[in-house]
Nanobody
Framework: QVQLVESGGGLVQAGGSTRLSCVAS????????MGWFRQAPGKEREFVAA????????SYADSVKGRFTISRDYARNMVNLQMNNVKPEDTAVYYC???????????WGQGTQVTVSS
């Protein structure tokens, strides 16, 4: 497993932008998929975006497609989530996650709060 630490987020106005970062340590990431998930109050955790570390293939939930962008930074062992044109419904705790190959995500960060004001 890898250790993940998120940063960024906070309070942002609707229509604005913010950026989340996740630093990974404890393993090389060449075989990993890195993902972002979120959990709003009273709701289940849901998938937001993912990227394969080796080839950079991206995937997104329909609710964020065209507004959010996931990227990786080899030099810093970091995964970023650029959030543009945010909406109040994007308010949630955002979690960085990692998995090696197929299967479930088994490494999780502590989460970072994003609150979008209308």
């Amino acid at each position: 497993q890898v250790q993940l630490v998120e940063s960024g987020g906070g309070l942002v106005q609707a229509g604005g932008s913010t950026r989340l970062s996740c630093v990974a340590s404890g393993s090389t990431l060449i075989s990993y998929f890195m993902g972002w998930f979120r959990q709003a109050p009273g709701k289940e955790r849901e998938f937001v975006a993912a990227i394969s570390w080796a080839v950079g293939r991206e995937s997104y939930a329909d609710s964020v497609k065209g507004r959010f962008t996931i990227s990786r930074d080899y030099a810093r062992n970091m995964v970023n989530l650029q959030m543009n044109n945010v909406k109040p419904e994007d308010t949630a705790v955002y979690y960085c996650a990692a998995k090696k190959g197929a299967g479930r995500y088994d490494s999780w960060g502590q989460g970072t709060q994003v609150t979008v004001s209308s």
